[in-house]
């Protein structure tokens, strides 16, 4: 029994567990940053003063398709967290691994205290890279959280995020011109506008090559004057005198 005991307080710290904390990651809510969500990427805050008590702990963000999915036994940098198996083989990755010294606390004024998950693309598709943080293959939802861990062992972690949702690219088929700049009815009268311009300019066209046909065939056309006829007169009182008869 006395040999047993100094066992048991050895054990005692591994059996309390992962230290579970009260935060819970968010999108950022700076006003400064515009696209929090786009197709393959979203913003968080940076765990600022969370992590206080595990100054030798790399803080590690773990990126799930399910809570469940998880184990927080499973180390980093393997093939079972990798993110090039997300999300076929890999149901929850883990990347942008840090140490505390990056997320001071107090935050220092005028510091942009986010992380962009998925601005990663180089490295989506290199397996030598398995904490790449490459672009989000979907919509989600995706679910997040902050693990702590002291060498290989977890030693804290936050509460998981709110689920995710990612923007998606709408069809053109289903964009609605009612109640927009190119209405129905502003689209039928540029139609009828459009087709009355053109008639008026085909006959533009065309009265300019009349005119022009016509003063050309003035210029080179000469018109054939009227033959003039001569009578022959006889003059009656020139036959009733004697001499001309001789």
């Not at 786009?38 to 799930?64: E, H, K, M």
């Not at 927080?72 to 140490?99: H, I, K």
Request: aromatic share 8%; proline share 9%; net charge negative.
């Amino acid at each position: 029994t006395h040999t047993m005991l100094p066992l048991l307080l050895l054990l005692l710290p591994a059996a309390h567990g992962i230290a579970q904390l009260r935060y819970r990651p968010a999108l950022t809510k700076d006003p400064q940053l515009e696209g929090l969500t786009t197709a393959s990427t979203f913003v968080l805050d940076q765990p600022r003063c969370v992590f206080d008590d595990y100054g030798n702990a790399d803080i590690w963000l773990v990126v799930a398709l399910e809570q469940a999915a998880f184990n927080n036994t499973a180390a980093p940098g393997t093939p079972e967290t990798a993110f090039q198996g997300f999300p076929d083989r890999v149901r929850a990755y883990m990347t942008l691994n840090t140490t505390l010294v990056n997320y001071p606390c107090p935050k220092p004024d005028g510091d942009i205290t986010v992380l962009r998950v998925g601005s990663e693309t180089s490295c989506a598709q290199e397996p030598t890279r398995p904490t790449c943080n490459g672009p989000l293959p979907g919509p989600g939802p995706y679910w997040v959280k902050f693990l702590a861990l002291e060498g290989s062992v977890p030693v804290a972690e936050t509460a998981w995020s709110e689920p995710i949702i990612l923007r998606t690219a709408k069809s053109p088929n289903s964009i609605s011109t009612t109640g927009s700049g190119h209405s129905a009815g502003m689209i039928a009268i540029t139609t009828i506008l459009s087709i009355l311009f053109a008639i008026l300019l085909a006959g533009l066209v065309a009265m300019i090559i009349f005119w022009s046909s016509d003063s050309c065939s003035g210029s080179s056309t000469f018109s054939k004057p009227e033959s003039v006829t001569v009578r022959r007169y006889n003059t009656h009182h020139v036959y009733d005198q004697p001499a001309a008869r001789l």
